[in-house]
């Protein structure tokens, strides 16, 4: 069974930094597109930034410039450097993957809560 594992979620002031992790376990071959959502209260999940294997990557319009992902993909996991956090910001991150390119199989971590306040 694939999962999904994200930790690095916390409290922390306008304007700092956080970085998320997530991991994925249970699949051996590389993982084709593994990226980062967001749900802050009262609103739909929504796209924070995704990168494929092959280096590829995409952000939300309100993340560019301040977010950045990576992947290490001999290991299947994949960041998310968050800098210059804005109250808007505040949201429960999940982890995604799509294991493989044009499939739609999809799987989801479990969230990690960012939250920004002074």
């Known amino acids: 069974q694939v999962q999904l594992v994200a930790s690095g979620g916390g409290l922390v002031q306008p304007g700092g930094s956080l970085r998320l992790s997530c991991a994925a376990s249970?699949?051996?071959?590389?993982?084709?597109?593994m990226g980062w959502y967001r749900q802050a209260p009262g609103k739909q999940r929504e796209l924070v930034a995704t990168?494929?294997?092959?280096?590829?990557?995409n952000y939300a319009d309100s993340v560019k410039g301040r977010f950045t992902i990576s992947r290490d993909g001999p290991r299947n996991t994949v960041y998310l450097q968050i800098n210059s956090l804005k109250a808007e910001d505040t949201a429960v991150y999940y982890c995604?993957?799509?294991?493989?390119?044009?499939?739609?199989?999809?799987?989801w971590g479990q969230g990690t809560q960012v939250t920004v306040s002074s």
């Open positions: 995604n993957a799509v294991p493989l390119r044009g499939s739609s199989w999809t799987i």
């Open positions: 249970g699949i051996i071959a590389s993982i084709y597109a």
């Open positions: 990168a494929t294997s092959g280096g590829s990557t």
